[in-house]
């Protein structure tokens, strides 16, 4: 483990090798698991303000279930999360040639909106557990990103590196560079006594 500020770092985080390759996956992370999306507070509020710039990018049935439901639902372990189609897919995922995408993305990316979509989906498969003195974070192994690992090992990609973009968005340009050079100088120190 690692310690930065407040955050615990898992040594997954700068040793596993990863790099998304949504060719091969499918975007298979907005449909699997046991519930959508963890959202923070204050980005509800942003998602509510822009639904109506992103309704055109929503499938017909995540439109029906974010009208009836809203923006979020609290799920079995009390946590706020994106609402799902069908008990399975992210309600703001769609699908384009095959491959499962982000609405909000979509419409980022697009020059609609300038909110890029929940910090939770930017960081997977990081996932922070946030306590009262520190965030957590670590490493979701996940047998759906088989691919990006085989492509990180190919590419000699690490998560932290192949993640910077999300984790400097969370946790700022000063955090992260604590972070890359604790990456790069960790197995130096680790033969002292």
Known sequence: MLQID???I???IIEKKFACDIKKCKGACCIEGDAGAPLKKEE???IE???PKIKNYLSGEGHIVIKELGVYVIDDEKDIVTPL???KQCAF???EDGITRCAIEKAYFDGIISFRKPISCHLYPIRIKCYKQFNAINYDENKI???AIELGNKTNT???KFLQEPLERNYGKNWYEKLEYAAENIHENSNLP
Request: net charge positive.
């Open 145 to 147: 990103c088989k691919s």
């Open 44 to 46: 509800i509020k942003e």
């Open 158 to 160: 690490k998560l932290y």
């Open 49 to 51: 303000k822009i639904l």
């Open 6 to 8: 407040n955050t615990i």
């Open 85 to 87: 189609v069908n008990n």
């Open 93 to 95: 995922s769609f699908i």
């Open 10 to 12: 898992s040594l997954d």
